[in-house]
């Protein structure tokens, strides 16, 4: 444990974390193209093809496209805000972990290593579920920002919050599974990759993942409809 703790926090006090936030910089940087564009012009038109089949309209491609277009713009809006949001949650535990060992141990109480422990167990368990409020949210927040006019940005993250009152453990078991699934696909993924992927693997992975992208995206949807007269009886 002790051997963990100064890898953690480095030997002379520097964090090597820094080296994963690099990878984790340049991993951001090359998915950004994809997941502002791609990622989220998808989406929008999965929750627009889904709520109409759920309400009874006939599905119509050219609709479907003008109207997922128009929504990328809020989309793209909405999940900046969410972006933000996890962004602070992030920037309070790297400020508490680099700041509370090292006014624990000033003050004689521990160790910088037990501070460390101590730091992380105190933090950890309100930024988990933080974290997990956020993402649950998030997936709300963008379907009300493709099916409702004018809710976009901050504005449908505050609503999601309003409407799914009551039902958030539904919401967060719909969010763990579906993180699960994706997690499993890039476990998947890396592996395959380590130990030398077929050419026809590829194709198949893909699929995988929009497989379980499309499913969370039509849970969120039937999520949103169900809290809807939930929340006008309430």
Same mark, same amino acid.
């Given at each position: 444990?002790? +051997?963990?703790?100064?890898?953690?926090?480095?030997?002379?006090?520097?964090? *090597?974390?820094?080296?994963?936030?690099?990878?984790?910089?340049?991993?951001?940087?090359?998915?950004? *193209?994809?997941?502002?564009? #791609?990622?989220?012009?998808?989406?929008?038109?999965?929750?627009?093809?889904?709520?109409?089949? !759920?309400?009874?309209?006939?599905? +119509?491609? /050219? /609709?479907?496209?003008?109207?997922?277009?128009?929504?990328?713009? @809020?989309?793209?809006?909405?999940?900046?805000?969410?972006?933000?949001?996890?962004?602070?949650?992030?920037?309070?535990?790297?400020?508490?972990?680099?700041?509370?060992? @090292?006014?624990?141990?000033?003050?004689?109480?521990?160790?910088?290593?037990?501070?460390?422990?101590?730091?992380?167990?105190?933090?950890?368990? *309100?930024?988990?579920?933080?974290?997990?409020?956020?993402?649950?949210?998030?997936?709300?927040? /963008?379907?009300?920002?493709?099916?409702?006019?004018?809710? #976009?940005?901050?504005?449908?993250?505050? @609503?999601?919050?309003?409407?799914?009152?009551?039902?958030?453990?539904?919401?967060?078991?719909?969010?763990?599974?579906? +993180?699960?699934?994706?997690?499993?696909?890039?476990?998947?993924?890396?592996? /395959?990759?380590?130990?030398?992927?077929?050419?026809?693997?590829?194709?198949?992975?893909?699929?995988? !993942?929009?497989?379980?992208?499309?499913?969370?995206?039509?849970? +969120?949807?039937?999520? !949103? !409809?169900?809290? @809807? *007269?939930?929340?006008?009886?309430?």
């Amino acid at each position: 444990m002790l +051997n963990l703790t100064n890898h953690l926090l480095g030997q002379n006090g520097h964090l *090597p974390l820094l080296k994963l936030l690099s990878k984790t910089l340049v991993h951001i940087m090359i998915c950004l *193209p994809s997941t502002i564009t #791609f990622s989220l012009l998808g989406r929008a038109a999965t929750i627009q093809a889904v709520s109409d089949s !759920y309400t009874g309209i006939n599905l +119509n491609g /050219r /609709r479907i496209l003008t109207r997922s277009g128009l929504a990328w713009v @809020k989309l793209l809006h909405t999940s900046f805000w969410e972006f933000l949001t996890v962004l602070g949650l992030f920037g309070v535990l790297v400020f508490g972990l680099a700041i509370l060992p @090292k006014v624990l141990f000033a003050c004689g109480l521990c160790s910088r290593a037990f501070g460390f422990w101590g730091a992380l167990g105190f933090l950890g368990v *309100p930024f988990c579920v933080a974290f997990a409020h956020v993402m649950v949210v998030g997936n709300l927040a /963008r379907v009300l920002s493709v099916l409702e006019g004018e809710c #976009f940005g901050l504005e449908s993250l505050m @609503k999601a919050r309003s409407i799914m009152k009551g039902r958030g453990q539904t919401a967060l078991v719909m969010t763990l599974l579906s +993180n699960v699934g994706f997690r499993l696909v890039e476990c998947l993924f890396e592996f /395959r990759v380590c130990r030398g992927m077929r050419l026809w693997e590829g194709p198949i992975l893909v699929s995988m !993942y929009s497989l379980v992208l499309v499913l969370d995206t039509v849970m +969120n949807v039937v999520f !949103y !409809y169900t809290c @809807k *007269p939930w929340n006008s009886i309430l």
